[in-house]
């Protein structure tokens, strides 16, 4: 009897084992998801560097070698302004679609934006003449005031190429003005500057003149969360006329914090780098 019940005990354990395992189907196919990859699309369109007060060659040149060395985009061409406006050319737009890069150096470096936007009207003038129909600009502090006042103040004029993007690093847009104490960052995004600038009060009389679809990046740096400074131009600057062109145009803006975020650090920050990247040349 206990042999038999030791059987039945044996078979029921066994039983219940096989229950619980999954059969092997010979002819099921393994499941494998798709690899997603992620795909740079590049194109002819040529993006200028414009450095700030008192720049150099040296200005943007560390972030066009590291752009260029990441296989994102390729420095094809320098354009070098004399004092009176003339424009020497070193290099070649080969208009092939490598995201081509053109860097801009005005010899007079210390001019006012007035001079450096005419400056800008005439290298674009002849990217015109050389069959170039849209660009990007990239202006770093003054660069960027620069920029903005160019983009403004020829409005439709058949001589110049679309500007298709438009990023502005630690540019600032309202002078030195600092309204942080007076206004937090919501405030200031949403309203403009509580205290304006001559050059901001010039923008207010441009902004009508700015394409409307012109994508616009603005950013800004802090030394540490409560300095709202990148210890030469006030946060509040850099993002001032944020409220100012979303009335028309897409506007990002994005702050970036630490000793990397100091001003004339900005443009040898790696994550500078990739949010201009990333804006420029999106990854599909």
């Not at 298709?164 to 500057?193: E, R, Y």
């Not at 009508?208 to 131009?233: R, S, W």
């Not at 979303?246 to 790696?270: C, D, M, R, W």
């Amino acid at each position: 009897m206990k042999k038999i019940l030791t059987v039945l005990i044996l078979l029921l354990a066994l039983a219940g084992c096989g229950g619980n395992e999954k059969k092997a189907n010979p002819t099921a196919k393994a499941q494998i998801k798709p690899k997603t990859s992620v795909i740079l699309k590049k194109s002819a369109v040529p993006t200028l560097f414009i450095h700030g007060y008192s720049g150099t060659k040296n200005s943007f040149g560390g972030m066009l070698q590291r752009l260029e060395t990441s296989n994102l985009a390729k420095k094809e061409l320098i354009m070098t302004v004399s004092k009176e406006g003339s424009i020497t050319t070193t290099g070649t737009l080969s208009g092939k679609k490598d995201n081509p890069m053109i860097q801009v150096i005005f010899q007079d470096n210390k001019n006012t934006e007035w001079s450096q936007s005419e400056w800008l009207y005439n290298c674009l003038a002849d990217l015109k003449k050389m069959g170039v129909e849209a660009v990007n600009l990239v202006g770093h502090s003054m660069g960027g005031v620069s920029g903005l006042r160019y983009m403004m103040s020829y409005p439709d004029d058949p001589s110049q190429p679309e500007i298709l993007k438009f990023v502005a690093i630690g540019a600032p847009f309202n002078d030195f003005l600092d309204t942080s104490s007076n206004q937090d960052m919501a405030d200031l995004l949403k309203n403009g500057p509580t205290e304006v600038s001559s050059r901001y009060q010039d923008y207010q009389k441009l902004a009508a003149n700015l394409a409307k679809n012109t994508k616009i990046l603005l950013l800004a740096g802090q030394l540490d969360e409560n300095t709202f400074n990148d210890e030469m131009v006030p946060t509040t600057s850099a993002l001032a006329v944020n409220a100012l062109l979303k009335q028309t145009n897409s506007v990002t803006t994005q702050i970036f914090y630490g000793p990397n975020a100091q001003h004339s650090q900005l443009h040898e920050n790696k994550e500078v780098d990739k949010k201009v990247s990333d804006f420029l040349w999106p990854k599909s």
